[in-house]
Nanobody
Framework: VQLQASGGGLVQAGGSLRLSCAASTRTFRSYGMGWFRQAPGKESDFVAGINWSGGHTYYVDSVKGRFTISRDNAKNTVYLQMNSLKPEDTAVYYC???????????????WGQGTLVTVSS
């Protein structure tokens, strides 16, 4: 499975961005999907996840109420809508996939290449 993330960029604090992650698999609906981020000089952290059916979503506390993860199985794509962005959201964002994944607390099987999000103050 290949994952292609896009949608990153430079935005002012308080602004919004929508990240997309397109998967190259005909069985996309069988994969739990997640978004992770790695800020400069820090380890990669879980941001949000969605289970294979789309019925359950999970978020790290710092983005709850601001970020929304969703999926469109017809387009083999998972999204991360990011609103009210803060400078501390600046990071490279990665999408990941796990077969029959629950969306949280798992080791993911496949990773995308990352897209940079920079939030200026």
């Amino acid at each position: 499975v290949q994952l292609q993330a896009s949608g990153g960029g430079l935005v002012q604090a308080g602004g919004s961005l929508r990240l997309s992650c397109a998967a190259s698999t005909r069985t996309f609906r069988s994969y739990g999907m997640g978004w992770f981020r790695q800020a400069p000089g820090k380890e990669s952290d879980f941001v949000a996840g969605i289970n294979w059916s789309g019925g359950h979503t999970y978020y790290v506390d710092s983005v709850k109420g601001r970020f929304t993860i969703s999926r469109d199985n017809a387009k083999n794509t998972v999204y991360l809508q990011m609103n009210s962005l803060k400078p501390e959201d600046t990071a490279v964002y990665y999408c990941a996939a796990k077969l029959y994944g629950s969306g949280v607390g798992e080791v993911y099987d496949y990773w995308g290449q990352g897209t940079l999000v920079t939030v200026s103050s």
